[in-house]
């Protein structure tokens, strides 16, 4: 069965520093998103993306997330200049619209 | 926005009883309700959905209804086993494909 995959599985940065998150969503999906999930806590929408283009982002997301489909397979979460609180699971998902989303395994990151 | 709520937070069972977790929504325009398991540490999995246009669907000792009018939607486990303990979350999309999750209830089954 096709899967969402991501890497790195786990990302330690200093703080300020920059980060990208990778995903290679299921190949025949349209829609792409990243969720993020403090320890402990509820899945929370960053971003989804359609086309090419954001379709749809939370107060999250702010101007230091950026996400890009750079080539035909990945999808990326760049976040430009880290704080202590960016310190999550970040979580790539797919889907083929109004429907189904399907999660990768997560990327940890950790601030210090 | 969507704002989805959810409860109990916390729910523990006896090995084969039944538990049921209850979410409220607020967006009259969603449509579609996913419920997720998550385990510690892994990615949440899809285990049953429903479309708006329906009222329940079950799947095995899993089932889930749905009252649009009331804005509200259930998720059913049969006949528990301690393998079903993880944190289950349910969903409601927004925004046409954006989905918005509820807080989580973690459910223990005791053997």
């Known amino acids: 069965e096709p899967e969402v995959t991501q890497t790195p599985s786990h990302q330690v940065t200093q703080m300020g520093q920059e980060v990208i998150l990778r995903c290679v969503p299921i190949s025949n999906h349209l829609y792409f998103y990243w969720y993020r999930q403090i320890l402990g806590q509820k899945v929370e929408f960053l971003v989804s993306?359609?086309?090419?283009?954001?379709?749809?982002k939370s107060e999250i997301f702010d101007d230091q997330f950026s996400v890009e489909r750079p080539d035909g397979s990945n999808f990326t979460l760049k976040i430009r200049s880290t704080k202590l609180e960016d310190s999550a699971m970040y979580f790539c998902?797919?889907?083929?619209?109004?429907?189904?989303?399907?999660f990768g395994d997560g990327t940890r990151l950790s601030i210090l | 926005g969507e704002n989805v709520e959810q409860h109990p937070s916390t729910l523990s069972v006896q090995e084969g009883d039944s538990a049921v977790i209850k979410c409220t929504y607020s967006?009259?325009?969603?449509?579609?309700f996913p419920w997720y398991k998550q385990e510690l540490g892994k990615r949440p999995q899809l285990i049953i959905d429903?479309?708006?246009?329906?009222g329940e669907k079950k799947d095995q000792r899993i089932a889930v209804t749905l009252n649009k009018t009331a804005k509200h939607f259930s998720l059913h486990i049969t006949e528990t086993q301690p393998e079903d303990s993880a944190v289950y979350f349910c969903a409601a999309t927004y925004n046409n494909n954006d989905m918005r999750f509820g807080a989580g209830t973690r459910l223990t089954v005791k053997p």
């Open positions: 967006d009259s325009a969603s449509n579609y």
């Open positions: 993306f359609y086309n090419n283009e954001i379709s749809e």
């Open positions: 429903i479309r708006s246009n329906v």
């Open positions: 998902a797919s889907g083929q619209g109004q429907g189904p989303q399907h």
